[in-house]
């Protein structure tokens, strides 16, 4: 079934309609064919998505430890998985992390977004056009690296910040940027934003095309000023799409991960322990309890769902 | 709108700001790579080295083989940077696997959803819809345990099927809306000619839909080049590492320095950079497809 589709896809030119093509005489009913062109999908999302659900909710209801692993006997513990987590001060310190993070990101990213979308919709002036060139480079940087890249930058002895700081004679001293567990959070905050807000920009930017100049044309007329103009016209507009934005990059934000692993590993102290950090340190750090990681795990997902059951409701109503 | 002298020299002044926020992790990637440790240790307060080096690349793409003048004294290479081909090949392999494996399945199942009347495939489409919204690490706990349990840990294999489910999705978000506004006329045409419907569907709607292709199959390919978590816990040879996976193992080896660390980050992310920017049009449309339609 996928033959046929692959070679159209790259392109190569299906030979021309020859007889093979042309047999209509066992043609699929519309259902069959709908569940035949589903299969592959069905079953891959099966395996990955549907299956791992509902395995990670069984896993978060057992034992499971390398003892565990190496028998393959799962022993029945109850709800004591979430039990421990609720009760562990890391955990929920873990959540507030995130919490915190994820509202000064979002929220940095949505106010960055919309003003930089409005500098790039600026077309004659040329230097807008090299920053909407620019805009997507970000995007295709891998988390990893670019988390890294800003552990390097941060880096108090030998850092790239200090070291443009000192060459333009701000400071003296060098600052330590991510030793302080004060403000950890706060700087891990800055590379996940450089790395997610082309994303939002472009959103916030196509959405700005949508609006008429008429609009704009009219409030003229009744001599509106410019931040009248926005406030009034444009950001009103825009809110569908600010509230995308908002649920998307909130339930991403949520899963932090990378960033956190390159930059300071959970530390300094505990200062920068997430929740997907939490989750990926106890299943596959010591203890390796599996157990508990999948309960954090489902902890997570639990609250991220009920974000994107909101979003659905939102986005995805029925065509009329 | 004409603007006056002033407005235009803000919103340069703007632009600037952005740019320059934007090209700081990459002027410093570029600058960290270009270096040795010693020039880097020597001056900590000054941006550009006393002397531009190639050297990095040349012990990493070498496996250490060749250290080149500066690194004569240092001879500690990571293994998995020795093996960094591995990392190479099997980063190329499975972000090529996933994007034809997706392209093909999310075409499929798009043009159910955009072409046939089902009920329960606009139930597919919700589930696709919910699907992005669980956090990767969710699945990769039982998906971790059930592929050790198989035997499937350390091969690449895993991590491609992985990765396909994870990235469909998006295919049907990008994909679906795209092949609805080809003109349906078009496929009742070739059907008179007496092609199926599938093939109807092969032969004229796909090669029609060649941006909406392009979008999706360069965000996968990007997506699954730059991915971490899924590799980072199912594999842990060297052999069957990716670049990301390698980037992470050298997180806390106190004897790998920036310089080296900043070469391999830039050889990272130097292919999806280019693809992007060449691409970009495409990437544009499909980042806002995905996101706002469907």
Not at chain 1, 183 to 207: D, E, N, Q
Request: charged content about 10%.
């Amino acid at each position: 079934m996928s033959q046929p589709a692959a070679t159209g896809l790259d392109g190569t030119a299906v030979p021309a309609a020859s007889g093979r093509w042309r047999r209509s005489g066992a043609e699929l009913s519309p259902r069959l064919l709908g569940v035949v062109m589903n299969l592959p999908t069905m079953a891959t999302l099966t395996l990955v998505l549907a299956y791992p659900l509902f395995y990670a909710a069984f896993l978060s209801l057992h034992k499971v430890t390398p003892g565990e692993l190496r028998r393959g006997i799962f022993p029945w513990v109850g709800f004591d998985n979430y039990a421990r987590i609720l009760s562990d001060p890391l955990f929920i310190l873990a959540l507030e992390h995130t919490l915190i993070f994820t509202i000064v990101s979002v929220t940095v990213e949505i106010v960055l977004a919309i003003a930089i979308a409005l500098l790039i919709d600026q077309r004659q002036v040329w230097t807008s056009n090299v920053t909407k060139l620019l805009i997507l480079v970000p995007y295709a940087v891998p988390p990893i690296a670019n988390g890294l890249i800003w552990s390097f930058l941060y880096d108090f002895n030998f850092g790239f910040l200090n070291r443009i700081l000192f060459t333009l004679g701000l400071i003296d001293q060098p600052i330590d940027w991510v030793g302080n567990p004060r403000t950890a959070l706060l700087a891990l905050t800055v590379p996940y934003v450089w790395r997610t807000l082309p994303f939002a920009i472009l959103l916030v930017h196509a959405a700005l095309q949508g609006i008429g100049r008429e609009l704009y044309e009219a409030a003229g007329v009744d001599g509106a000023g410019a931040l009248r103009r926005f406030w009034h016209i444009t950001l009103p507009l825009l809110r569908p799409i600010i509230v995308v934005i908002l649920v998307l990059r909130t339930s991403f934000a949520f899963a932090v991960f990378e960033e956190v692993l390159a930059i300071t590993q959970g530390g300094p102290g505990d200062a920068t322990w997430v929740a997907v950090w939490y989750s990926y340190k106890r299943s596959f750090a010591p203890p390796f309890d599996i157990g508990v990681g999948a309960a954090a795990a489902y902890v997570l997902a639990l609250i991220v769902g009920g974000l994107a059951i909101a979003y659905v409701r939102l986005i995805y109503r029925p065509v009329d | 709108m004409r603007k006056s002298h002033l407005a235009r020299l803000a919103l340069h002044a703007a632009n600037l700001l952005v740019i320059g926020f934007f090209m700081l992790p990459l002027a410093a990637v570029t600058i960290g790579a270009l270096q040795s440790e010693k020039s880097l240790e020597a001056s900590t307060r000054t941006v550009l080295p006393p002397e531009w080096t190639l050297d990095n690349f040349r012990v990493i793409l070498s496996g250490g083989a060749q250290t080149g003048a500066i690194f004569q004294s240092a001879t500690y290479l990571p293994d998995n940077v020795k093996k960094i081909y591995y990392a190479l090949g099997n980063s190329i392999v499975i972000a090529s696997s996933v994007t034809l494996l997706t392209l093909v399945f999310g075409s499929l199942s798009a043009y159910t959803v955009a072409r046939l009347r089902l009920r329960w495939v606009v139930w597919l489409m919700n589930v696709n819809l919910f699907a992005r919204f669980v956090p990767i690490i969710v699945l990769m706990i039982p998906l971790y345990v059930t592929f050790r349990q198989l035997g499937l840990l350390n091969s690449i294999w895993s991590v491609i099927i992985a990765l396909t489910g994870f990235l469909l999705p998006y295919g049907v978000l990008i994909l679906a809306p795209y092949f609805a506004t080809i003109p349906r006329e078009l496929e009742e045409a070739a059907r008179i000619d007496g092609c199926s419907r599938f093939m109807a569907f092969v032969r004229i709607t796909l090669p029609l839909s060649g941006p909406a292709l392009a979008s999706y199959g360069a965000i996968v390919f990007i997506i699954a080049w730059n991915d971490l978590l899924i590799p980072l816990i199912l594999n842990n040879r060297a052999e069957f590492m990716t670049l990301p996976v390698v980037i992470a193992s050298l997180v806390g080896d106190v004897h790998v320095f920036f310089n080296l660390m900043m070469a391999i980050c830039l050889l990272a992310l130097a292919p999806s950079v280019i693809l992007v920017m060449v691409l970009r049009r495409f990437v544009i449309e499909g980042l806002v497809a995905g996101a706002v339609k469907g």
